[in-house]
């Protein structure tokens, strides 16, 4: 399978699995969505001309990284101030 391909899919899988109430879960895709950027990285320096699939898929892996480990910091945020707060 091609690798730019590969992590187009993965990202969308981070995001997708971001919204998930698991944080362990999250933690899983915040890792795979880390593999799928290094997969991107390895597929535009192999050919030069997947250059769009390669930024559409180091994208996604970044918004999936970026959700799936806001969400847990979000979550502790609240559960602090929902406990502060009393």
């Known amino acids: 399978m091609r690798k730019d391909i ?6 969308a899988v981070a995001i997708a699995v ?3 109430p698991f ?13 799928g950027f290094r997969l991107a990285r390895q ?3 192999e050919d030069y001309r ?5 930024t559409i ?7 999936g990284i970026v959700l799936c480990l ?10 602090i101030v929902l406990l502060l707060a009393g």
Do not use: E, H
């Open 6 to 11: 590969v992590s187009i899919v993965i990202g």
């Open 50 to 54: 997947l250059d769009l699939t390669c």
């Open 43 to 45: 597929a535009r320096r």
């Open 23 to 35: 944080i362990l879960l999250q933690l899983v895709g915040a890792a795979g969505a880390v593999v």
């Open 57 to 63: 898929g180091t994208i996604a892996c970044v918004a």
């Open 18 to 20: 971001s919204f998930c």
């Open 70 to 79: 806001l969400t847990p910091v979000v979550f502790m945020v609240g559960r």
